[in-house]
């Protein structure tokens, strides 16, 4: 059953007994499906949205516990996340195999996603992706596993001018987006429920990376990684830029490895976006890699 609501824009479907908000358009195939990072919202991606949909078939959805979407107890294990997916793309009709888009931890629910129906899948476009290797790839200080929160961490309260700065940053990072979308995306990102997402989708990254180690091979289809190795003011809130550079320059040597690993992939850095705002500040450059898999895939441009 599908649920017209005009708040943003989009549609509320029902899903495995939830309430999903998506944004399906255009037509052709394949399908390009975006799964957004941690805390990040299908709108997000909406001028990637815009270009892709112009030439086939676009998804963005919010994962539930995001967005608009019905909210549900964070984190959520691998399965539940894919599991979700597949049968969203199911009550919409959006035929099989899909051109995969995941930034950060939506990367890890792509590639989730392909080991466990790796029939359903035509192409991964990886932004800035989490992967199961990060780890060897990073100094001491930065790996993921001594510092991982444990699952019942709390985030603590954010000042008043924390939550500012935020809003003015993502403004400036939606600057071409219409109006209408950029501020109820810019006031959905700042409600006290949403807020913290980011925090809380991240508190079970180990069990995450476990599924991936031990989930089984990746089909073998066409693969691009797309990194951005620039730094935002609201990164600089929370650490410095060196342990950023040496971040960068770590996940850099990873998405090498690993494109150099696979025939069909390839790695393309973006140096004018940061990790954050590469779908919002670069749709030209996503929407590109995404079209260029798609002749790699066999559908050619219209």
């Not at 990040?40 to 979407?69: E, P």
């Not at 979700?84 to 195999?97: F, N, S, W, Y």
């Not at 790796?118 to 993921?144: F, M, R, S, T």
Request: hydrophobic fraction near 40%.
């Amino acid at each position: 059953m599908r649920i017209v609501e005009s708040v943003p824009i989009g549609e509320f479907v029902e899903v495995l007994d939830r309430r999903l908000w998506c944004l399906p358009s255009g037509t052709s195939r394949p399908a390009v499906v975006f799964l957004p990072g941690a805390g990040s919202f299908g709108l997000d991606f909406f001028l990637v949205h815009k270009r892709v949909s112009a030439r086939t078939t676009s998804l963005l959805y919010d994962r539930a516990g995001t967005g608009w979407s019905a909210d549900v107890n964070l984190p959520r294990s691998t399965d539940s996340v894919t599991d979700e997916l597949r049968a969203l793309l199911q009550v919409l009709g959006i035929p099989k195999p899909y051109l995969l888009v995941g930034h950060s931890l939506g990367g890890a629910y792509a590639q989730r996603f392909a080991q466990r129906f790796p029939d359903e899948v035509a192409g991964l476009l990886l932004l800035d992706p989490l992967h199961e290797d990060w780890d060897d790839y990073q100094p001491e200080h930065l790996k993921i596993a001594p510092v991982a929160p444990a699952e019942d961490a709390q985030l603590p309260d954010l000042p008043p001018q924390i939550l500012d700065q935020l809003q003015t940053i993502l403004r400036q990072a939606m600057n071409g987006f219409p109006d209408d979308v950029r501020e109820a995306a810019v006031a959905r990102h700042a409600t006290p429920d949403r807020i913290p997402t980011g925090f809380r989708e991240g508190l079970n990254v180990l069990a995450v990376l476990d599924d991936l180690r031990t989930g089984g091979q990746r089909p073998n289809v066409p693969v691009t990684i797309l990194s951005a190795t620039g730094i935002d003011s609201q990164q600089l809130m929370f650490t410095t830029e060196d342990q950023l550079r040496e971040q960068i320059h770590g996940s850099e040597r990873l998405y090498d490895a690993l494109t150099a690993q696979l025939p069909r992939s390839e790695h393309r850095t973006i140096t004018d976006a940061s990790h954050a705002t590469l779908p919002m500040v670069r749709p030209d450059a996503v929407a590109d890699a995404a079209f260029d898999l798609m002749d790699r895939i066999g559908l050619k441009r219209t």
